[in-house]
C-alpha cells in the first residue's frame, strides 16, 4: 500500500552538492517519521537524519553542519539537502517512513546511488 520513491542521487566531485528527494503514498497518518540512512559496500547501514511531521531533527555527527533535512507534510516529501560532500559520504541512500515505533511498522525506498569522487 505504501511507497517510496527517491530521486536526486548522482556523482559529484569532492565539495560538491547534491539534493535528495523521497515521496511517500498510500495511507499515511498523520503523525510519522522520515529519514535517510546510507550503506557503503560492507559497512552497516546507518542514520544520516531523520525529522519528524512536527519538524524536531537528527542528525549523525560525521553529516552536522553540511546536510539539512526538510519536509512537506502536505506531499509526504522528505529532502535531504547534502553540501561539502566528501569520499566518505560514498554510498546508497534510502528513505525511510516510521509510521509506529511501539509497533515496529517501518517501510523503505529501494535507494538512490550517491559517488562522491576526489
Do not use: H
Request: with cysteine; hydrophobic share 30%; net charge positive.
Amino acid at each position: 500500500q505504501v511507497q517510496l520513491v527517491e530521486s536526486g542521487g548522482g556523482l559529484v566531485q569532492a565539495g560538491g552538492s547534491l539534493r535528495l528527494s523521497c515521496s511517500a503514498s498510500g495511507s499515511i497518518d498523520s503523525y510519522n517519521v522520515m529519514g535517510w540512512y546510507r550503506q557503503a559496500p560492507g559497512k552497516q547501514r546507518e542514520l544520516v537524519a531523520a525529522i519528524t511531521s512536527g519538524g524536531s531533527t537528527n542528525y549523525a555527527d560525521s553529516v552536522k553542519g553540511r546536510f539539512t533535512i526538510s519536509r512537506d507534510n502536505a506531499k509526504n516529501t522528505v529532502f535531504l539537502q547534502m553540501n561539502s560532500l566528501k569520499p566518505e559520504d560514498t554510498a546508497g541512500y534510502y528513505c525511510k517512513l516510521t509510521v509506529s515505533l511501539i509497533r515496529n511498522i517501518y517501510y523503505w525506498g529501494q535507494g538512490t546511488q550517491v559517488t562522491v569522487s576526489s
